[in-house]
């Protein structure tokens, strides 16, 4: 099983490995130029899209400057409503939580909601180890967790796989997790969603705890909110007698005002809609209608590091919604496996590396993952400078023990770019040698030349060409 | 049960030692300056136009034909057995033909067994083609509108609001709300949308002018 994403290679060798794969470049260039598509007929629609999206990035850094004001004002809303709530400092906090609590209702198995956190956690892992099986009820997390693959996109974890493939993995393997897939499954999708519902209705309507994440938590009415398409959120949030939702402690809005800017800003960024076919909200519990017990799981898991770094904190604004994935040169070609984290594309370049730190060689990779064209910024709903934290976190990775070679390179650059006369020097005798100059650097910059092409050496600095010139202008009277 | 309650709220407040004491949350200004409302036109005209774009089914009836439009629906659909919540006005299914089933709490199984089911709604947002509901009056609980493979909504022309901001204002977040845009839905597979997952299948709403 590989559903897990550590001892990846750093970004530059998983993305030359994804480059190469031809079915994969197809699938998500295709994939991404749909959806971008979509996404621009739709904001384009409306001419207050700027002004929507100053309010959306207004109200988050309003949360997230009073973050510890609007979680006690979210933990006393949903207690007061009927609910429970519980604070996890870490992922096997929030594991030991969950996990907990299913063993509470005697049950073995949930239905889960696609949740981001929870697969940060890697909740069904732990649950799995504790004897609990998590069913994914979304169509694509259902085929990365038939398949035991790894999701590659926020929104769509499966962009990667083609209905072929998916017609697949559903023939081969629904039969071990429950109704299997019928004996003349075709690839069309269709057909596909219909295996799936006829797969998953049993688990829906039998199931008594479900796990779910959610989009938005408005601390002033403890009301927490899921956006989605196909029913199965729903059907989690609403025929289970047990619910717990795991929620990041930035996913807080202050008031239930302030849904009316996001349930714009996120359907049309994110599936390019203008609205997802269902959202639920819930406040407590309400008798005689939906779950009887909710518990509400807030988890920090590195986010308060995140919080600390000024600049880094506008990360914390981010409502998931993938226009940053689908707009990237660099995601389209490298898929979103090579990112290493359940957050790939230029989102995942710079939340990945601030949550998880930077001490593993992918992580310091990721801030480099990026040509800084500024697409990303354009189109974030909440206005996060993904450009400018990328450059911030490069400047922090380099003071840090990553990228030595590449420190002491820029160093002896400064050295000579400092001093007029070291610097012509310097240029005439690369001149002299270009013909030695290997395409790959030998020793620590080798893995810098992998990536790189080294530039030609032209026989003649531009200074050196323009004194000549100069010179050729004096004798001949100039052109 | 308290957890890391102390621990987390610690580490937030260490997290913003830049944000001056004095500073309250209403001193970060959120600038408001967007519309309430986008396409100027006739709000049932518009609201047509997004239900069907999204491939629901639509009618604009009288208030004197809804009964008889009711049934007609449902005999199109060939439903057999239609779920109503309790407090459904008795009007609107006094000229059906299908078994009419009252959610005297009906399990789960029950549901699934119905072909439809018949509710009205809370607010509809025009320029997105949004019905909520909110589990009043002719609504039910939400598992009526989820379980069943068919659903059949009455609106009041009266219940439209140009938008999102309006529909928010006139909602109670204290009440489970359901927003619906359009049947179930999927486009995980190669972004291709497909209508009709695990929600209804199929949406019809009728509007009552």
Redesign the interface.
Known sequence: MSGTFLGMPPFPQAAGIATGDAQLRH?LR??TH??RGRRASVVG????WA??R??GK??K???L????????RL?ETVTA?GG?V????DAA?ANA?VTRLVKATGETEVVKVKSMATQEIELNEALAEAGITAYE????EL?VQLGEDRPSHIL?P??HR??AE?REIFDRTMSDWGVPAPEDLSDD??A??EA??VH??EK??TTRVAVSGANFA?AD?G?LVVLE????G??CL??PETLISVVG?EKLV?T??D???F??LL?RSS?G???????????GV?P???PREFHLV?L?NGR??V??D?VGRQSLRCIRCSACLNICPVYERAGGHAYGSVYPGPIGAILTPQLRGTSSELDASLPYASSLCGACYEVCPVAIDIPEVLVHLRGKVTQGKGHAAERAAMGAAGWVLGDEKRLGLAQRAAGRARNLVPRRLPGPGAAWTDTRDIPDIPAESFRDWWAGHEKEKKKGGGR | MSGSRERVLARVRAALADVPRAEEPEDVAVPRGYARAHTPVELVELLVDRLEDYKALTRRVSEADLPEEIAAALARRSVGRVVVPTDLPGEWTSRVDAAVLTDEALDIAALDAADGVLTGCAVVAAETGTIVLDAGPAQGRRALTLVPDYHLCVVRVDQIVPDVPDAVSRLDPSRPLTWISGPSATSDIELDRVEGVHGPRTLEVLIVE
């Open positions: 699938n295709k994939a749909t959806i629609e409306l001419d207050d002004e929507l100053a309010a207004a109200i850094d309003r949360t400057r009073h973050l510890d004001v609007y979680l006690e933990e409503a429970h519980h604070w996890a400092a906090e939580i009820t979304d169509l694509a085929i769509v499966a962009i083609n209905r998916i999708p269709r596909l969603a799936a519902r998953l209705r829906f309507l408005v009415t009301t398409s196909e029913g199965n729903r059907m609403t025929l402690i202050p239930w005002q849904l009316e800017v349930m714009q359907p599936t809609e203008r609205m997802n076919p269902y959202t639920s909200t819930w406040t309400t005689g209608d939906g807030l920090d308060t590091d919080l600390a000024e």
